[in-house]
């Protein structure tokens, strides 16, 4: 573990242009062989054979200007910004695309070059409108810098400057081709790296401009990413456009809450305002090199929300107000918490805290419940219905799972998903695969629906909702045969009387399929295998990982130390909350948990049956979120005394007897752990908003109140606390022998209805989406998803919408047909907090039924 | 005497429709073909085609033999030929004429080459706008097929080859042979950097040929005759005979066939093409294609051959002669030249995109009467990027324009002093500088 960060400001000026950062992969490696000396401005530099000059001169430290040049993109060579000189050639070169030759004499500041990049940078600019005073480029522009640097004070240009319309292109970027100097970068990206060729030059030669087809909105996950490249002010951020200029901002390092890739962003931040106005990508090689999605980008308004609470509210006549005159909300909590305790015990008092909290405070959160209150009911996972303490997941990690995926993707050649929408999942992991794809790596895909890589996986098996087991017993089953291992002994119990064909056909997959998946696995070199959290944390969980490890064992990905499985999780700290112990049986580092307590579903039960008098929801909106919104409203209404601490009045506060308002996350100090378990620090940008306070102060204030001798803990000292605590003490491999596992035996017939899945959605519409208005224009409509087959039957009509219908509720939502969607099956992906779509799944229910409306 | 024609492959043309394969063959075709199959192996190929001295008639010139010498042996990547035939330079109209009138002379070359490099697959890349002759070409390959001359075990060896009729969409720079595999590609016909040349990463970044349909026409005969008949024609460095489209103001224009050097640009233009109509006299002379520096009427008793027509300042490139007698306004003629340029400029890289919209836009002004004092040092100064380009449009219209612009300075100068503005109202609304003060 690394030392936290300690106020590291980053200049916006001293940071480097985005076409500066950082190399991908090195280029022409099938020449990286024999060494290659060449003179560069007369020093002497020896690189390896197919390196650039630009390479080569950036070694010796000297700067070659270029536009369309960015390391990780192709090379084309058509700014001629770059270009050099070399002895006896007639010509210039482009030093980004020319490799060094043995013996090369190259000048790159002789008075040729000099005036070819004086050249090309008044032609560049005949156009440009120089409109810098209202640019957003302006102060950061390479235009403006080269401008300075190579360009020449004036221009022979006489003639009007061409003009192009202006395309609107979504919520997030704004196209000013005006400005555009048609460097391609943009178009680069979108097409090599983030794999969906939305923006392309149309027209040629002078009227040549950038534009998607029709001139449609973009509608890629990374399409942000152009902003950083664009060198000039022609892609800007629509979001932040106009609300600052560059030199006002202050950027700090720190880590997206979205996903559990945990990208490394900068905030940009404006002190004098007290606002968040721009996040950035901050390279790291090992997470997300140079980009990121585009939900982490411009999902961070809803921090500037005027609908943030800025005091303690109170439960009066039914309605939170603030408290009265004179009243100590903290105090009012520990009085009714120690009265509950005392009459019922500590039993009766549960916590439940959302896994994008900083390790510090999900540390405290179960100190504070076990020793400061004595409950054991703590837990994190409140998107989905366990019953057991134990699941997938935290079973891999007493196996020795090596969860790494983000590394391991990385350099894997053959990458293996289960049950996992990857895209909509871990963007950012889905960009690496692309790249991986690019490099020859191939890509096997097994998900129960229509998922994003059914086009792009060389082998894509859909099986039945719920069957990943099923599916898996096959597949293992298969593997063993192709791989000619010989049957494990300890799995012949297993397979007792197993009937493959049989089994296949139960999971919906063609035998025939499952033969070329396995094959395809058995033959892979260098393969990664990646579980989704649908498929691990299901009724099957345990034993699917059981099955898959198995499978990562007869591939022979497994050693002494770990087994080549990774399991995905969603939240940007999940894994932190795991190891910091926010579990009711186990506590830091995966320890035995003291004392034991309930997990989510058991909190919620017992609330509901009155056993359980008080609940405290730190940063969740329980009500929307939790699948059972039956029991979690029923819980809420029966406890005696609800604390929530959050950022916005939602459905679960409005059900608390106290809501205390917290900071977000820019204005937070601490780590994250992500999904390959590296623990990442995000320094704090802005003070909390007046009347707000950390969920770390807030934690303290109420031990204290305890009597709880806490000294005032700032977030290094609970991190040098729980980094002795709750590093996991991880077994090495585990797997003496392959691990038996169950394979259902009855056939799960469906009994009426359709049955209902939920999935992940990047653009879906939670509570912080709604506040922040860029996410919110781009987030999708919320939609039903049905097989033709059904939408025949039911008689629908794509012209109105559907009603979806469960004994827990009704949502009104339009449908689309969908050839993907398994007959039989209605698939609504995303979290639409303004719906409440988990109406429908209340009380374990996933039958729902489908009028059209108004009938 | 008057000069007169050789012709090679315009030999007993029949000019009411394309030859078909049986009448072809009956001329001796194919059997080039037949025997270098059967005889020889492709490296003698590429020898006879490197002795016979035959050179690229797309424009550059090079020698076709070490061309082909360039295509790495050891590759373990498929080898391609591409036949260029997106002729479309102004004044030059060789191409169709063979592929008119004589298709199969095309397709025999293209197999004849693509036997020499080793290639399994020959595109024949044809313009667009060439869609009757593309057909023709098409209804041809279907001939050659089904007489086993294309496809696989072509004459019954172990030979194959594919050959593929795809048509171009309409854009000059699809003739740029990097350019051209672009679009093959079915990518917008961006041209690439050079190097590396297409001979090692071409189509599909495979080794790759691409040669002219005159070139590719020129084989069949080599193969037939012998390389030292086809070096016994022209001269030591320009060999064989050379397609001839003579275009403008002559009396009679068209394809000639001349034997190269053997025949000046004079004789070309007066014996040939009848001269230029009664009571004109020649201004000037393009040589070679509308990118070729432009000859003065002085200038015309150069042999018609690479070496003197490059020693004359200018370049046989196509061999396409456009003559332009005293009617002709050179301003006017430059400008007319600038905006094919800028219309066909593929818009990839700076200087081109910008120089020739800038150029046609001071061309313009010089020809409406706008012009500047300033304007012929501008556009001195917007030549000097002529080299920094990608491929060589921009220089194909640097070359000419830069050339009329020496060669008729006056003209120039008579039209700029003609648009001078009074510079007392400079900056004035309605003045023709006023966009100078903006």
Redesign the interface.
């Known amino acids: 573990m690394k030392d936290p960060h300690r106020g590291t400001v980053i200049h916006p000026r001293a940071r480097p242009f985005a076409g500066d950062a950082y190399a991908e992969e090195p280029k022409r490696p099938e020449s990286f062989r024999k060494p290659v000396t060449a003179t560069i401005d007369g020093q002497s530099v020896t690189v390896e054979a197919g390196t650039t000059i630009l390479q080569a001169a950036q070694i010796l430290g000297i700067y070659i200007p270029h536009y369309c040049y960015h390391p990780a993109l192709s090379?084309?060579?058509?700014?001629?910004?770059c270009?050099v000189e070399v002895e006896k050639s007639?010509?210039?070169v482009?030093s980004c695309?020319?490799p060094v030759g043995e013996g090369q004499v190259i000048f790159t500041r002789s008075d040729k070059a000099k005036?070819?990049r004086e050249?090309?940078m008044q032609?560049?600019l005949?156009?440009h409108p120089l409109d810098c005073p209202v640019c957003d480029q302006g102060g950061h522009c390479q235009l403006q810098r080269y401008s300075m640097d190579y360009g020449t004070d004036d221009s022979?240009?006489?003639?009007?400057k061409?003009t192009f319309p202006k395309p609107n292109l979504g919520p997030f970027i704004d196209l000013e081709r005006n400005r555009c100097?048609?460097c391609?970068r943009c178009v680069r990206f979108l097409e090599e790296i983030a794999g969906n060729a939305e923006l392309?030059?149309m027209?040629?030669?002078?009227?040549?401009l950038i534009g998607t087809f029709l001139e449609r909105p973009l509608h890629g996950e990374f399409s942000g990413n152009t902003i950083d490249l664009c060198p000039v002010g022609s892609l800007t951020d629509k979001v932040f456009r106009f609300r600052a200029r560059i030199w006002e901002l202050e950027a700090k390092p720190s880590v997206c809450p979205h996903c559990a890739v945990g990208c490394n962003i900068l905030l940009d931040s404006r002190r004098r305002t007290h606002e968040l106005l721009r996040i950035t990508p901050r390279t790291n090689p090992d997470v997300n090199g140079p980009w990121i999605c585009d939900k982490g980008r411009f999902g961070f308004d809803f921090v500037n929300s005027r609908l943030r609470v800025r005091s303690p509210l109170v439960k009066r006549d039914g309605e939170l107000k603030p408290p009265a005159d004179g009243m100590d909300v903290i105090e009012y909590i520990v009085a009714q918490w120690k009265a509950i305790r005392d009459r019922h015990g500590p039993g009766a008092l549960a916590g439940l805290i959302s896994p994008r909290k900083t390790n510090e405070s999900l540390y405290l959160f179960q100190r504070f419940f076990r020793k400061v209150i004595g409950s054991g009911n703590i837990d994190h996972r409140m998107d989905r219905v366990g019953l057991e303490d134990e699941d997938g997941y935290l079973y891999s990690i007493r196996i020795g799972a090596r969860n790494d995926p983000v590394g391991e993707v990385r350099k894997a050649e053959t990458i293996f998903i289960l049950g996992s929408d990857l895209p909509n999942e871990l963007p950012i992991l889905n960009l690496q695969i692309r790249q991986r794809l690019r490099h020859g790596a191939t890509l096997l895909v097994a998900h129960h629906q229509g998922g994003s890589y059914r086009d792009l996986a060389a082998r894509y098996c859909a099986y039945h909702p719920g069957a990943e087991m099923d599916f898996l017993a096959v597949l293992f089953f298969l593997l063993v045969q192709e791989k000619n291992v010989g049957f494990p002994g300890s799995l012949i119990e297993t397979y007792r009387d197993f009937n493959s064909a049989a089994v296949a056909n139960r999971c919906g997959v063609a035998m025939e399929a499952l033969q070329n998946l396995a094959r395809a696995l058995a033959n892979a070199s260098n393969a990664t295998l990646l579980l989704g959290e649908e498929a691990w944390a299901g009724a099957d969980g345990i034993q699917t990982v059981r099955a898959f490890a198995d499978m990562a064992r007869a591939m022979g990905l497994f050693n002494e130390n770990d087994v080549g499985i990774n399991l995905l999780l969603r939240h940007s700290n999940s894994r932190g909350a795991i190891e910091m112990g926010v579990l009711p049986h186990l506590g830091p580092g995966l320890s035995p948990a003291d004392p034991k307590g309930k997990n989510t579903h058991r909190i919620l039960q017992a609330a509901a049956h009155g056993e359980l008098k008080s609940l405290f929801i730190l940063g969740e909106d329980l009500i929307a979120r939790y699948p059972d919104r039956a029991l979690a409203e029923d819980a809420l209404k029966r406890a005696d005394f609800v604390v929530v601490a959050d950022t916005f009045v939602h459905d679960t506060a409005r059900a608390a007897h106290v809501f205390l308002p917290i900071a977000t996350f820019d204005e937070i100090q601490g780590s994250y752990t992500n999904v390959s378990g590296k623990i990442q620090q995000a320094e704090r940008v802005l003070v909390p908003l007046s009347g707000t306070a950390t969920p770390l102060q807030l934690l303290q204030a109420l031990a204290r109140r305890f009597g709880a001798e806490w000294d005032t803990l700032t977030p290094p000292a609970v991190f040098d606390i729980l980094r002795r605590e709750s590093h996991p003490a991880l077994p090495p491999n585990k797997m003496a022998d392959y691990l038996p596992f169950q394979i259902r035996t009855e056939n799960t017939e469906p009994v009426e209805g359709l049955c209902l899945q939920r999935g992940p959605l990047l653009f879906d519409r939670t509570g912080d989406v709604i506040r922040t208005p860029a996410l919110s224009a781009r987030s999708q409509p919320c939609t039903a998803r049905l097989s033709p087959e059904d939408v025949g039957t039911l008689g629908l009509s794509a012209e109105n919408s559907i009603v979806v219908e469960s004994p827990g509720g009704r949502v009104t939502i339009p449908f689309i047909m969908d050839k993907n969607t398994p007959s039989g099956s209605v698939v609504i992906l995303g979290e639409y907090d303004d719906l409440g779509i988990n109406r429908l799944t209340s009380r374990g229910n996933s039958r729902v039924r489908i009028i059209q409306e108004g009938e | 005497m008057a000069a007169s024609e050789t012709r090679v492959l315009l030999k007993d043309l029949d000019l009411t429709g394309p030859r078909d394969l049986d009448s072809y063959r009956r001329m001796g075709g194919y059997q080039g073909l037949a025997k270098c199959l059967r005889q020889f192996t492709p490296d003698r190929v590429i020898d006879e085609v490197k002795q016979s001295g035959l050179r690229g008639r797309g424009g550059a010139g090079f020698p076709t033999g070490v061309k082909w010498g360039f295509v790495p042996k050891t590759s373990p990547k498929p080898k391609y030929l591409v036949c260029n035939a997106d002729e479309g330079e102004p004044g030059t109209c060789k191409d169709r004429v063979l592929m008119q009138y004589n298709p199969h002379s095309v397709i025999e070359g293209c197999l004849i080459a693509a036997y020499a490099i080793a290639a399994h697959h020959a595109f024949i890349y044809i313009r667009g706008e060439f869609s009757e002759i593309a057909e023709i070409l098409e209804r041809a390959v279907q001939e050659a097929y089904r007489a086993h001359l294309a496809g696989t075990n072509i004459l019954g060896t172990q030979y194959s080859c594919e050959i593929i009729v795809y048509r171009g969409a309409g854009a000059y720079i699809c003739g740029e042979e990097s350019g051209l595999l672009t679009s093959l590609e079915g990518k917008r016909g961006n041209p690439r950097n050079k190097p590396p040349f297409p001979a090692v990463e071409g189509l599909y970044r495979a080794p790759t040929v691409v040669n002219n349909v005159e070139t590719l026409a020129c084989l069949p005969s080599i193969m037939r005759n012998g390389a030292a008949w086809y070096a016994s024609l022209g001269t030591e460095k320009s060999k064989g005979t050379k397609l001839v489209p003579v275009s403008g103001h002559v009396r009679k224009p068209g394809v000639y066939e001349i034997e190269l050097g053997k025949i000046t640009l004079r004789e070309i233009i007066a014996d040939l093409a009848r001269g230029v109509r009664e009571g004109h006299t020649i201004k000037a002379v393009i040589p070679g294609g509308s990118s070729s520096p432009i000859l003065s009427a002085d200038q015309l008793d150069v042999p018609f051959d690479y070496e003197s027509v490059a020693a004359a300042g200018s370049m046989l490139g196509s061999g396409a002669i456009v003559v332009l007698d005293n009617t002709v306004d050179m301003v006017e003629f430059a400008l007319r030249l600038a905006k094919f340029y800028a219309h066909e400029s593929c818009g990839q890289c700076t200087p081109c995109r910008e120089g020739t919209r800038w150029l046609v836009e001071i061309l313009n002004a010089i020809h409406e009467g706008r012009g500047h004092p300033d304007d012929l040092e501008t556009i001195q100064k917007l030549f000097e990027t002529e080299l920094t380009s990608i491929c060589l449009l921009w220089s194909a219209v640097v070359m000419p324009v830069r050339a009329l612009i020496e060669k008729f300075p006056e003209e120039f100068r008579t039209a700029i002093a003609r648009g001078t503005p009074d510079f007392s109202r400079m900056g004035q609304p309605g003045s023709p500088v006023s966009v100078l003060a903006e």
């Open positions: 090379i084309v060579a058509s700014c001629r910004l270009l007639p010509k210039l482009p695309s020319t005036r070819a050249q090309q032609l560049l005949i156009n022979r240009y006489r003639f009007p061409r100097i048609l391609t392309a030059v027209k040629r030669g002078n009227d040549s």
